[in-house]
């Protein structure tokens, strides 16, 4: 995999993760079974589906998104199965012609060369594959025998047709793209421009560029309704503030997407406290269209509580060196601290925002220095 040859040190890379970066341990708790995994795949298991025929009207998709070796195995036996159901078609048309009798040696056959099963198989294979050594060929003398090749060779060509296609989208996927396209390990929520934000990183390792990309997400929580219904997950989208500020990014470098966290956000009650006791899940979601290729491509991962670093921020990895942009991808994930009050953002705005936090913070950083200059002063004395 490109993203796991060269480009990035192997100590920062996990499936669509970029570092590994030692962050502080809190107590472990049970908690709920994650949504959408840190690669992107959906933890969801669909069991007692009664209408299992509805998956066979498309057979095309169900044979996409088998396994490999599924795959394989059913491309192997859709040709041998094929092949000896006309092998036996091919030595019933030679036995009821009297091909087989060694006595009508003189006679012509509807098959040259057919005496046996075995010489039937290698016959009803060299007609589906048009190989054609020359030893076997077809005759006028029998009807059967023509229609029996051109009925082969449709089939051999459906055959053809469906397990190539099939093959070539597995191939094709569009979710291969997407394992050059990385997620931070952690998201972080910290101050920016006056406001708590929640931000995660994100990048491209490869030159090709996803056109029309797009960020969107989702917040996974347990809720219930006003009439007490119980929903195990509640799903409620989560506006983002792009850097280009908009829905579509130009996504060349590494970005920091973010989110700001205000009345309408779903965080605005959240605090650092409340973020290790709740269990939510932030679900991130990218698309766009590969350039290379024209197909819409998919990238997905998600953020429960303890991946979300409260007062972290990250730190710049794109520098100016020789006339270009250099992207060091072995800082992407690393964060650094930086003062940030442990209060939701509501009960910030409560308390005058974020400029009467750094107010009272500097002032508190006054009284402590003082404390200890006169502590100091206090001991020279005694000295």
């Not at 402590?368 to 002063?377: E, G, L, Y």
């Amino acid at each position: 995999m490109l993203s796991r040859k060269g480009l990035i040190p192997e100590d920062f890379v996990v499936t669509r993760l970029a570092e590994d970066v030692l962050q502080p341990k809190y107590k472990t708790k049970q908690r709920k079974a994650r949504f959408v995994a840190k690669n992107g795949t959906c933890n969801v298991a669909h069991t007692n589906i009664r209408e299992q025929g509805r998956f066979l009207q498309d057979v095309f998709t169900t044979l996409v998104d088998l396994k490999w070796l599924h795959t394989l195995f059913i491309f192997t036996m859709s040709f041998l199965c094929s092949w000896l159901l006309f092998a036996m078609i091919w030595w019933l048309i030679a036995f009821a012609h009297g091909d087989l009798d060694a006595g009508r040696a003189d006679a012509v056959p509807c098959v040259t060369d057919i005496h046996s099963f075995s010489s039937a198989f290698l016959f009803s294979i060299e007609v589906q594959v048009t190989i054609g050594f020359g030893g076997r060929m077809i005759t006028e003398e029998c009807a059967s025998a023509v229609l029996a090749l051109i009925v082969q060779n449709i089939v051999g060509l459906v055959i053809n047709a469906i397990m190539l296609g099939c093959i070539f989208m597995k191939t094709a996927q569009a979710n291969r793209r997407a394992e050059t396209l990385i997620f931070s390990k952690h998201a972080v929520v910290s101050a920016r421009n006056g406001r708590l934000c929640f931000m995660f990183r994100l990048g491209d390792l490869r030159k090709s560029m996803i056109i029309s990309a797009t960020v969107r997400m989702q917040l996974v929580r347990r809720g219930a309704t006003d009439e007490g219904e119980v929903l195990p997950l509640e799903q409620i989208d989560i506006q983002t503030d792009n850097p280009v500020g908009t829905n579509a990014i130009f996504l060349v470098s590494p970005l920091i997407i973010s989110h700001v966290i205000d009345r309408n956000s779903p965080l605005y009650d959240v605090s650092a406290a409340d973020l290790q006791r709740q269990d939510l899940e932030v679900i991130v979601v990218l698309e766009g269209v590969v350039e290379t290729t024209g197909i819409t491509t998919q990238a997905r991962t998600s953020y429960v509580c303890d991946e979300v670093l409260w007062g972290q921020r990250f730190v710049p990895i794109v520098s100016e060196e020789e006339g270009m942009y250099a992207v060091d991808y072995s800082k992407f994930g690393n964060t650094v601290k930086i003062p940030t009050p442990s209060c939701s953002a509501k009960q910030l705005d409560e308390e005058g925002g974020l400029s009467r936090f750094r107010l009272r913070e500097s002032a508190a950083a006054r009284c402590s220095v003082r404390r200890r200059i006169k502590k100091q002063q206090s001991t020279s004395k005694e000295e």
